[in-house]
């Protein structure tokens, strides 16, 4: 089961993946409570946290989650890549810290969710891949409804991104994204709308994309 939350000023998406009495959040806001109350009404717990990458709008929570939930042990999954930007966090957020890579698979109850290392918007970005009818795919600050995140921050790259794109659209056409921000005219779309509606996901060329306003 999949439930979006939008959190914040910069209109995140914030998601709680749960199956079996498990839950995972990912990029948590630092307003904890939309998915907090959620989590009580399902009676699940809270087994670990995933993040796409660690600007600082999709990492806020982490600390507030890391004081109320210390005691458990709960692994924050990033990539090494990433990580660095939190190298100055408190050691008892760093000790969280379980890196991940391409191919690894992190369980949730009877799900496994599938690490793609997706680099572009940030060196160390990741999407998370669900297998199932349909799949689902979450984003992050990769792919936006109708738009890709930009590439000009640190660790970004156009040339990235587009090898991203071109990974992407090989995915099932039905696969569903849940997107990290809501930036576009539906809450989530699919491999197939945005090959349709996206014009960074129609660039032949990096310079193509790099073109793109």
Not at 164 to 171: D, F, G, N, V
Not at 173 to 191: A, F, N, Q
Request: proline share 5%; with cysteine.
């Amino acid at each position: 089961m999949v439930d979006q939350f939008l959190i914040g000023g910069h209109r995140n998406f914030i998601y709680l993946i749960s199956s079996d009495g498990q839950a995972l959040v990912v990029d948590p806001q630092s307003d904890l409570t939309p998915w907090q109350n959620r989590l009580r009404e399902l009676g699940a717990k809270l087994t670990g946290v995933l993040l796409t990458h660690t600007h600082w709008d999709h990492v806020a929570g982490v600390p507030a989650i890391v004081d109320q939930y210390g005691a458990e042990k709960i692994p924050i999954y990033v990539h090494e890549l990433d990580a660095r930007r939190m190298s100055q966090s408190a050691p008892a957020v760093l000790e969280h810290f379980s890196f991940v890579k391409e191919g690894d698979r992190i369980r949730v109850g009877s799900l496994s969710l599938e690490v793609l290392h997706t680099p572009g918007h940030s060196a160390g970005e990741c999407c998370y891949y669900l297998a199932g009818q349909p799949p689902q795919l979450f984003t992050g600050d990769t792919v936006f409804v109708g738009d890709v995140g930009r590439t000009d921050l640190e660790t970004g790259s156009t040339e990235e991104m587009f090898t991203t794109l071109q990974r992407l659209k090989k995915l099932a056409p039905e696969t569903v994204i849940y997107p990290g921000h809501d930036y576009g005219k539906t809450k989530t779309t699919s491999i197939v709308q945005e090959c349709k509606q996206s014009a960074a996901w129609r660039c032949r060329t990096t310079e193509e994309l790099d073109a793109i306003p």
